[in-house]
């Protein structure tokens, strides 16, 4: 049974960088990441294909956001760089193309926080 894992969360300057990470991304699926800041609905972030060869992005991190991964130890990643007040929130990973199925789930990770200060 899949279990998603979420790390890599931490508080940074405006500007700086993060890099999250999923453990026990589905190898041969599509995956994604979502973030939810407090008040606000769950918001998709992130989609990459099984392969790794196919991502999408909401417009509001295009050019500073990046997806990947690594089927062989089966890792999700989201590399966060230039990074704003408003992309704090807690990040989730889950299967699917924009599909937030994993989220709040038994599959499903706790999250991982990222604050960025100004």
């Known amino acids: 049974q899949v279990h998603l894992a979420e790390s890599g969360g931490g508080s940074v300057q405006a500007g700086g960088s993060l890099r999250l990470s999923c453990a026990a991304a589905?190898?041969?699926?599509?995956m994604g990441w979502f973030r939810q800041a407090p008040g606000k609905e769950l918001e998709w972030v992130s989609s990459?294909?099984?392969?790794?060869?196919?991502?999408n992005y909401t417009d509001s991190v295009k050019g500073r956001f990046t997806i990947s991964r690594d089927n062989i130890e089966s890792t999700l990643y989201l590399q966060l760089d230039s990074l704003k007040t408003e992309d704090s929130a807690k990040y989730y990973c889950t299967r699917g193309w924009k599909s937030k199925m994993d989220i709040g789930t038994p599959q499903g990770g706790q999250g991982t926080q990222v604050t960025v200060t100004s």
């Open positions: 990459i294909d099984g392969n790794g060869n196919v991502a």
């Open positions: 589905t190898s041969s699926t599509c």
